[in-house]
């Protein structure tokens, strides 16, 4: 990872790159969290609702790597926990959703699902772009890397479920998209954690060590 962004001055310019970054991919979310989550509803969508649950993380994600960019590695390696633990929460409520779809069984909206997954590819594909060139500076910025590819790879997922919605006229491809979704959120939860875990060791070796300065006898 880049060595210039473990300077921890506020004036570093790699991490008012970063925050140059990271307010516009929270931008995009946010916005994104608001239309997808309503489209998921009115289409019944479990897929695309998993879609904008993602979103909502990462809007999450992004002002949480803010709030570290200039902070040192230990800081930024405990944020990327709790970004593991958002996307391993963000799978959770997708497997709640799919258990709701099985028992109240319902075909989706594959319009809704095809123009609502279009417009999030590319306001994900736009984040994807804009992280590139930091996705090696540091661990803060390598996990939000990571969470803005599982957006790309959630769009295009669903919008294979909604071709398949359209051929079959059924409600099954859309709950085998939402569970692999589900799997790909895992997997990268894992991947994320483990990352996290790794530099906050590196972190712990590389403060100096604490030590006391004991009187070596009493006053008399």
Same mark, same amino acid.
């Given at each position: 990872?880049?060595?210039?962004? /473990? &300077?921890?001055?506020?004036?570093?310019?790699?991490?008012? *790159?970063?925050?140059?970054?990271?307010?516009?991919?929270?931008?995009?979310?946010? !916005?994104?969290?608001?239309?997808?989550?309503?489209?998921? @509803?009115?289409?019944?969508?479990?897929?695309?609702?998993? &879609?904008? !649950? %993602?979103?909502?993380?990462?809007?999450?994600?992004?002002?949480?790597?803010?709030?570290?960019?200039?902070?040192?590695?230990?800081? $930024?390696? *405990?944020?990327?926990?709790? $970004?593991?633990?958002?996307? !391993?929460?963000?799978?959770?409520?997708?497997?709640? +959703?799919?258990?709701? *779809?099985?028992?109240?069984?319902? #075909?989706?909206?594959?319009?809704?699902?095809?123009?609502?997954?279009?417009?999030?590819?590319?306001?994900?594909?736009?984040?994807?772009?804009?992280? @590139? +060139? /930091?996705?090696?500076? %540091?661990?803060?910025?390598?996990?939000?890397?990571?969470?803005?590819?599982?957006? #790309?790879?959630?769009?295009?997922?669903?919008?294979?479920?909604?071709?398949?919605?359209?051929?079959?006229?059924?409600?099954?491809?859309?709950?085998?998209? =939402?569970?692999?979704?589900?799997?790909?959120?895992?997997?990268?939860?894992? *991947?994320?954690?483990?990352?996290?875990?790794?530099? !906050?060791?590196? =972190?712990? $070796?590389?403060?100096?060590? +604490?030590?006391?300065?004991?009187?070596?006898?009493?006053?008399?």
């Amino acid at each position: 990872m880049g060595s210039c962004c /473990h &300077d921890e001055s506020a004036f570093n310019p790699c991490s008012a *790159r970063q925050r140059r970054t990271l307010w516009l991919t929270l931008g995009i979310n946010a !916005l994104m969290f608001g239309v997808m989550v309503g489209a998921a @509803w009115y289409g019944r969508s479990t897929a695309l609702l998993a &879609d904008s !649950l %993602d979103n909502l993380g990462d809007a999450l994600t992004y002002g949480l790597s803010l709030y570290v960019v200039s902070r040192d590695r230990a800081a $930024k390696a *405990r944020v990327a926990l709790f $970004k593991g633990g958002l996307i !391993l929460a963000a799978a959770a409520g997708v497997v709640v +959703q799919i258990v709701h *779809r099985l028992f109240h069984p319902g #075909v989706p909206l594959f319009e809704v699902m095809g123009v609502f997954s279009l417009l999030g590819l590319a306001a994900n594909g736009a984040c994807l772009w804009l992280l @590139w +060139q /930091h996705r090696e500076e %540091d661990i803060n910025m390598s996990s939000v890397w990571a969470c803005s590819r599982n957006d #790309v790879a959630g769009n295009v997922a669903v919008l294979v479920a909604a071709a398949l919605v359209w051929l079959t006229a059924a409600a099954w491809p859309d709950v085998v998209v =939402a569970s692999g979704l589900v799997l790909l959120l895992l997997v990268s939860s894992v *991947r994320v954690l483990s990352a996290a875990l790794a530099e !906050l060791r590196v =972190a712990a $070796k590389a403060s100096p060590a +604490q030590t006391t300065d004991l009187p070596t006898s009493l006053p008399g």
